[in-house]
């Protein structure tokens, strides 16, 4: 495919995409901030949280130009839309979603989730900027490997199940990058030490860090 839309810098910059998930937003804005206090540069904000598109809205317009924020778990073409009206810089799912590729603008990075080879090429196909290894934990860095051996020039960003500690060897397999859920917030939304947040979030850094410089 031509004039494939390109990931945002912050992604390959960074390598670690946060990811915000959960049915408490109350303290989501403090969430944000902590992780932008230990370094991390790509936010998605799902959306299954409450008022999803309300929070995007406010989350683009406090984080600035200090991050690049995305919507995840698009699943049809009105929440893509939705989602790039309150700011949305790039969109995420589960899987692929034939009808989300073709609405968007063609400048408009679209990550869609697929676990086989066969679904991996079918996303690619479809033009997506990179595809979401998904349930990533499933298969491992291994796994990962394996897929890149066949499609090493498909990029790809391995999420789900993902420990803030296994960053580095799936960067190593040849991931562009890796989406972090779980493991990363902890139970910072839900009144979790925002200070211990921004640690983890510092920790995933520096494994991307050292996984590019081998």
């Known amino acids: 495919m031509t004039n494939r839309p390109t990931l945002p810098p912050q992604i ?19 969430v944000v901030d902590a992780l932008l206090d230990g370094g991390l540069r790509c936010v998605e904000i799902t959306m299954t949280i409450p008022d999803a598109l309300g929070v995007l809205r406010d989350i683009v317009a ?8 995305g919507a995840g778990t698009v699943l049809d073409t009105d929440q893509a839309r939705a989602a790039l009206d309150a700011g949305a810089r790039f969109l995420v799912a589960p899987c692929l979603v034939p009808e989300v590729m073709t609405a968007v603008p063609a400048d408009v990075p679209v990550i869609p989730g697929a676990f086989t080879a066969t679904e991996i090429l079918a996303a690619w196909r479809s033009g997506a900027a990179a595809v979401k290894v998904f349930p990533a934990a499933t298969g491992g860095p291994g796994y990962l490997r394996d897929i890149r051996g066949p499609l090493p020039d498909i990029p790809l960003i391995p999420t789900g199940g993902i420990a803030v500690g296994d960053v ?35 920790e995933a850094l520096a494994a991307a860090r050292c996984a590019r410089s081998g």
């Open 12 to 30: 390959r910059q960074t390598q670690v995409i946060a990811i915000i998930r959960g049915n408490d937003v109350r303290r989501l804005s403090a």
């Open 168 to 202: 580095a060897a799936y960067l190593a397999a040849g991931a562009v990058a890796v989406g972090l859920g779980g493991s990363l917030l902890g139970d910072a939304l839900a009144g979790g030490d925002l200070t211990a947040l921004k640690g983890r979030a510092a």
């Open 62 to 69: 406090a984080v600035g130009d200090r991050a690049c924020v």
